[in-house]
């Protein structure tokens, strides 16, 4: 794998980071154009897995090592229920997310509505990218059954 | 819609058409899995021209991307050709044949592109979409929830019939509570706030389903250390 397919590892090289930058404006973008977490998710996973084909299973998950991403699986999830539980605890109901209303570094920090969307969007992005992976890493590291 | 993009639309259909039918008659499933890829590409260009570019995003990625990738792991690890059937399958031509027309007729009961009109602008709450549009907007005005809510359905009678959506923005602003200020204002893309605010409940199982997907992919084919020595 090393010597071959100079080509391809070289235009994987070039695009894997524009690719991750994609993914991070579709993130956080996503509240003011199309995308967010999913697609976010999906395209960020998409350049690991480019990394994975072009130059080994091995090699991806030695940057992305599984144990950690089937953690993040859960965090992801985590993430957007705990910013319902939040909500519960800021006197609202589960998801309400006006009570997440603050008046720190106004026009910089989201607050309210905005900030209720920016923490469920980076859960659902957390989950779908490392589910993702974790489902790319299973596929790929099955033997041929003989 | 517009005349112009009938030379686009026209193509487009027409190659996922041609799309579909080749893989349908292929044997070859690597090219088959090649194909549709190209199939949810040319899907992603054809929602682009329905002004839907969250769901092109989505079926570029993982249509074209993902599942490709994994569809090629199976193959690996599987045969490369199908098997071909032994006679014609014609229980299967007369249910797909079934099912297309089931399907071509019901599309007689939707509304036009576009028409305002449509169930999906007018129900369960009218005036949701558009106050949420007039909060994003960055000098708009803010309102509570409960009060956009309640707002709407007063105003859901008359907006059901014109539909004037820039009206509930100017009788919203009378109502409004004023007291928030306008960076606190919501997100522009009404998509990502039916999703994350309107629906977050259905939002949160979506996720939760994802992660059941991924759990489930785990268990089933995990590599435990070792196990490939022992085997």
């Not at chain 1, 705990?82 to 519960?88: D, E, K, M, Q, Y």
């Amino acid at each position: 794998m090393k010597a071959k397919f100079p080509i391809l590892r070289v235009v994987a090289k070039l695009l894997i980071p524009y690719i991750l930058l994609f993914a991070l404006y579709v993130q956080f973008h996503g509240d003011y154009g199309p995308g967010g977490g999913f697609q976010a998710g999906v395209i960020f996973a998409a350049a690991f897995i480019l990394y994975g084909l072009v130059f080994g299973l091995r090699s991806a998950e030695r940057v992305a090592r599984p144990h950690v991403v089937e953690a993040f699986m859960a965090i992801g999830v985590l993430v957007f229920g705990a910013t319902g539980i939040i909500t519960l605890l800021a006197g609202g109901n589960f998801l309400q997310y006006d009570v997440l209303d603050h008046h720190f570094a106004g026009g910089i920090l989201p607050a309210g509505e905005h900030l209720g969307m920016f923490l469920i969007e980076l859960g659902v992005g957390i989950t779908v990218f490392s589910v993702m992976i974790t489902i790319f890493f299973c596929f790929a590291g099955r033997e041929r059954a003989e | 819609m517009l005349d112009n993009e009938l030379f686009i639309i026209i193509p487009l259909l027409s190659l996922l058409a041609c799309t579909a039918v080749t893989v349908a008659r292929m044997r070859d499933l690597w090219a088959a899995a090649m194909l549709t890829g190209i199939f949810s590409i040319l899907g992603a260009g054809w929602m682009i021209v329905l002004d839907a570019p969250d769901v092109a995003f989505t079926e570029a990625a993982v249509g074209a991307g993902i599942s490709t990738v994994l569809m090629l792991g199976t193959l690996a690890l599987t045969s490369r050709k199908a098997k071909p059937p032994k006679r014609f399958p014609w229980t299967a031509l007369i249910i797909v044949s079934i099912t297309g027309s089931a399907l071509i007729y019901g599309t007689h009961d939707l509304p036009d592109f576009g028409d305002p009109n449509a169930p999906i602008h007018l129900y369960p709450n009218p005036g949701y979409v558009a106050l949420e549009i007039a909060k994003g907007e960055p000098h708009g005005h803010e309102s509570h929830e409960d009060d956009a809510g309640g707002h709407a359905t007063d105003s859901a009678h008359d907006e059901a019939h014109d539909s004037h959506h820039e009206s509930v923005d100017s009788t919203d602003a009378e109502h409004e509570t004023s007291h928030e200020s306008a960076h606190h204002g919501n997100t522009p893309n009404v998509v990502t706030v039916v999703l994350a605010s309107y629906r977050g409940f259905d939002t949160l199982g979506e996720t939760s389903v994802i992660f059941t997907a991924g759990i489930a992919v785990l268990i089933l084919l995990r590599r435990r250390s070792g196990q490939e020595s022992a085997s």
